[in-house]
């Protein structure tokens, strides 16, 4: 069985910075593609970034372009979320996940087969 471990979150003033980690033992993440999602509360589950396989292709939604970097690390086996200007609107439980099947990137849930505990991320003053 495959654990994602997700490592970073904390609380956070208003235009700060945090950055998430997401690693695993036991398997690579080498063959996998990768999302973060978050989830506020009362919300739906919404994609954040994804990035594919090779790490050359990369996909951000509106609200955090500019603000975020996904990243992949093959050789060190972890993938990073920079997350910088952060806003309280990005407060959320943010999840990592992997997919098997997704060779580009996708931010629909459903096509993830690997997920983290997730990690709580709290922007306020």
């Known amino acids: 069985q495959v654990h994602l471990v997700e490592s970073g979150g904390g609380l956070v003033q208003p235009g700060g910075s945090l950055r998430l980690s997401c690693t695993t033992s036991?398997?690579?993440?080498?063959?996998?593609?990768m999302c973060w999602f978050r989830q506020a509360p009362g919300k739906e589950r919404e994609g954040v970034s994804c990035i594919s396989v090779t790490g050359d292709r990369k996909h951000y939604r509106e609200a955090v372009k500019g603000r975020f970097t996904i990243s992949k690390d093959n050789v060190k086996n972890i993938e990073y979320l920079q997350m910088d200007t952060l806003k309280p609107e990005d407060t959320a439980v943010y999840y990592c996940?992997?997919?098997?099947?997704?060779?580009?990137?996708?931010?629909?849930?459903?096509?993830?087969?690997?997920w983290g505990q997730g990690t709580q991320v709290t922007v306020s003053s």
């Open positions: 996940a992997a997919s098997e099947r997704v060779i580009g990137t996708s931010m629909f849930s459903s096509r993830y087969d690997f």
């Open positions: 036991r398997y690579t993440l080498n063959y996998w593609s």
